[in-house]
């Protein structure tokens, strides 16, 4: 895609990072305290082994999506497996291959890390993004659970 840039986030990026995650968290109608997003960023540029770490979508000099990964154990592989946890791109962006591009950036980590599979999860109503996943991935039967609060 012309003028689409897939890199790795870095400390430079927070206000745009920051933008597009409350973004991304408006549109799952949830919010976080401050201390998760100053966490958060310091995690994904850890480099620590075993944690998230972010990609960021610029078009020229404007940031137009993210994406979080995390490479982990699992216990039906000897390889690491890798989470695709958060996926956004601007909403003046969508249809324009951001999203592909992004996973298609998390699918290069993760093979660079050695970790062939990769899975996402997505809410039912996500109806565009499901459009682009049934076209990059394969739906699978997996239901998922959540502890109750207490």
């Known amino acids: 895609m012309p003028g689409l840039t897939i890199r790795q986030l870095t400390a430079h990026d927070e206000p745009e990072w920051r933008r597009l995650w409350s973004l991304y968290l408006d549109f799952y109608e949830t919010s976080v305290p401050e201390i998760v ?3 958060t ?22 940031s137009v999506g993210i994406a979080h990964y995390l490479c982990h154990r699992h216990c ?4 690491n497996v890798c989470y695709l946890q958060d996926l956004y791109v601007d909403a003046s962006d969508r249809g324009t291959g951001v999203g592909r591009a992004l996973i298609e950036g998390v ?44």
């Not at 899975?119 to 998922?144: A, C």
């Open 37 to 39: 997003y100053r966490t």
């Open 41 to 62: 960023f310091a995690r994904l540029l850890s480099g620590e082994p075993n944690e998230f770490r972010g990609l960021i979508a610029t078009r020229g000099d404007r």
């Open 76 to 79: 039906w592989r000897v390889e």
């Open 107 to 150: 699918y290069a980590a993760a093979d660079a890390a050695g970790s062939p599979a990769v899975y996402w999860t997505t809410q039912h109503f996500n109806s565009v993004g499901r459009r682009l996943y049934d076209r990059i991935g394969e739906l699978t039967p997996f239901i998922k659970y959540a502890r109750r609060a207490s």
